[in-house]
Structure formats: structure tokens, C-alpha cells
DNA sequence: GCCCAGGATCACC
DNA sequence: GGTGATCCTGGG
């Protein structure tokens, strides 16, 4: 990977399947938006970046060459290579989501941030999703100023523990501010996420699922989207309806990670991103026939 | 006003 | 271990 750092930026060369609104707009991530000018602007890790494309470029600023190996290569999970992993599928329905989410990649988030977002996920839209994390972010992350702006960093396990049922339901979370109270003690008090990328994929979900609010979805979804677990195959209701009309599978959420596994190997997760985002982005297909 | 949205929980079987 | 009702809230 040949990238280079100036004035601030890093400057990642001819990189393959690399693209921001992919990456961005999928659901995975809540905290990034589209600037005006094509490029993603978020906080992450408790800083700002921005995000674009320049040509075969991509380029990410602010991002010292010490941010870019500490944080940002394994953050957008730059040691993989994506244009492989289904290569000999004769799988006509991924290759076409596959080629529709060109440049997706599967971030690799702090574990606190996605387990919290993901529990606000439950019985919700995306875009109520992003409200809510916004207002909790406001409220209770510490704030930092870059080039002029205010931001604010995801809130630590203490600031969300310590606030009362009332903050967090000011924040939009509803009936799930007590999940979110008693899973942040629960992080507070010693339960460590770290750990569980030690574990194999079932006993870390069973750990995960002993949580408050974290249910098979929602330990799926943290599993793989910050713990590493790139197996983990998140059944939501339009992967869903994916299996039923496209691969004729209807089960139970246990028998579709089976059946995901079997069918798309070790990277399913990755499959189940690029499946998701083609289904949500084309919603007729479900339709017709 | 009614229904749904990218689920989890609890009670009950 | 499986099913069905209920859970906040904003938008169509």
C-alpha cells in the first residue's frame, strides 16, 4: 500500500474498493454525513476526519502517518483485501450487490461506541438512529474544537452510566435509555469488550447477549462490526427477506447464520453488508415477480 | 388517526 | 425453544 502524508493528509494510492458514500451510507456507521462536496465528515475515535476520493486516491484528513497505523488503517480494515473474497462465487445475486456497493468496506469501530448505537438500533430507522447518537453525543461526550468547529467525541462507559433515565430519554432513546444505563454500568464495572475478540464467534455473542437490550441482531451487528468477527451475519429484516426471495431460505436466526456460513464462508458478514446495502438501495426488486 | 421502521423482553405455552 | 403482545418516537 504505497500512501503518502503532506500537509496534513494521507494520501492513499491507487486503492482499490474504497468508496466513502459506501461506506458510509450502509447503516453500519452513525456518525459520518456527505459534505457538500462528495466527501464524508464524521468523529471517530474522538477526532474528526474527513474523507474523499481523488481520482485512484483517497484521502484522509486530518491523519498524521502515526494516526493513519494507529487508528485509521485497521479502523476502515485496510489490511483486507476485498476485491477477493468472493472471487470463484458462482453466486449471481452477491456479484451483483457486490458490483453495486463497489469500494464498501466493513469498518472496524470502537466496541463501546457500536454497542451502544446498535442497542438505540433496536425497533428503529436509520435516520432516527443518527438523531438520537447525535443528541447522547452532544450531551454527554466530551467536546473538542477542530478548525473553528465544536465536536464531540462518542460519551465514555462513565459519563453514560452516571446520567439519569431522564438525559438519555431526552436524547430521543425511548424505552431503551434503561438498557442503555445498565449496559454502560455493566461496561463500567468490568465487563470487557476487548476480551471477547479473544473468544470464538458464539461464546462472544453469548457474552454479548447477556447484556442488557442486546439481543441476537444487535450482538450480531457488534460482533462484526467492532469486535472483528467477520462471520457474524446480522438477520434483520431485510437480510430477511434477501434469503427468502433470493436464496429461498427462510429459518430461525441461528439457521441463517448456519446457512450464511455454509454459503459465503468466513467473510459472510461482508457478503451480508454488500446483500443489505443493495437490498435497502433497491427496495423494488422485492416487488416485481 | 393509523401504521410502520434495520429488535428485545417478558409472559406463557 | 418457540410464539405473540408490548415497548418510545418520527414520518408517511
Given at each position: 500500500m504505497d500512501v503518502e502524508f503532506r500537509d496534513g493528509k494521507a494520501i492513499i494510492k491507487n486503492i482499490k474498493n474504497?468508496?466513502?458514500q459506501h461506506i458510509f451510507d450502509n447503516g453500519q456507521a452513525f456518525r459520518f454525513f456527505p459534505a457538500a462536496d462528495g466527501a464524508y465528515e464524521g468523529v471517530a475515535h474522538g477526532r474528526f476526519l474527513r474523507v474523499w476520493k481523488e481520482g485512484e486516491s483517497a484521502v484522509l484528513y486530518p491523519c498524521t502517518e502515526d494516526e493513519f497505523y494507529e487508528i485509521w488503517f485497521h479502523y476502515f480494515d485496510l489490511g483486507l483485501e476485498y476485491a477477493r473474497l468472493f472471487q470463484d462465487?458462482?453466486?449471481?445475486?452477491?456479484e451483483r450487490a457486490q458490483q453495486f456497493?463497489?469500494?464498501?468496506r466493513v469498518l472496524n469501530q470502537q466496541p463501546f461506541e457500536t454497542l451502544i448505537s446498535f442497542i438505540i438500533s433496536a425497533n428503529n430507522n436509520v435516520r432516527r438512529i443518527r438523531g438520537i447518537v447525535e443528541k447522547l453525543c452532544r450531551t454527554c461526550g466530551q467536546a473538542f474544537v477542530f478548525e473553528g468547529e465544536t465536536h464531540y467525541a462518542f460519551p465514555e462507559p462513565k459519563a453514560l452510566a452516571e446520567c439519569n433515565a431522564g438525559v438519555l430519554e431526552g436524547c430521543g432513546a425511548g424505552y431503551r435509555a434503561p438498557y442503555i444505563a445498565k449496559t454502560a454500568r455493566a461496561v463500567l464495572t468490568g465487563f470487557?469488550?476487548?476480551?471477547l475478540k479473544m473468544l470464538d464467534y458464539s461464546l462472544a455473542k453469548n457474552m454479548l447477549m447477556s447484556l442488557a437490550g442486546v439481543g441476537p441482531k444487535v450482538a450480531d451487528c457488534v460482533l462484526l462490526f467492532s469486535l472483528g468477527k467477520k462471520d457474524a451475519f446480522p438477520a434483520d429484516v431485510w437480510i430477511k427477506r434477501v434469503m427468502e426471495k433470493r436464496y429461498g431460505f427462510v429459518g430461525?436466526?441461528?439457521?441463517i447464520y448456519a446457512y450464511a456460513h455454509r454459503t459465503f464462508g468466513k467473510y459472510a458478514g461482508i457478503a451480508q453488508q454488500y446483500l443489505f446495502y443493495y437490498a435497502r438501495e433497491n427496495a423494488g426488486i422485492f416487488e416485481e415477480k
Open positions: 474504497f468508496e466513502p462465487a458462482s453466486d449471481k445475486e452477491l456497493g463497489h469500494g464498501l470487557d469488550l476487548e476480551a430461525t436466526n441461528k439457521q
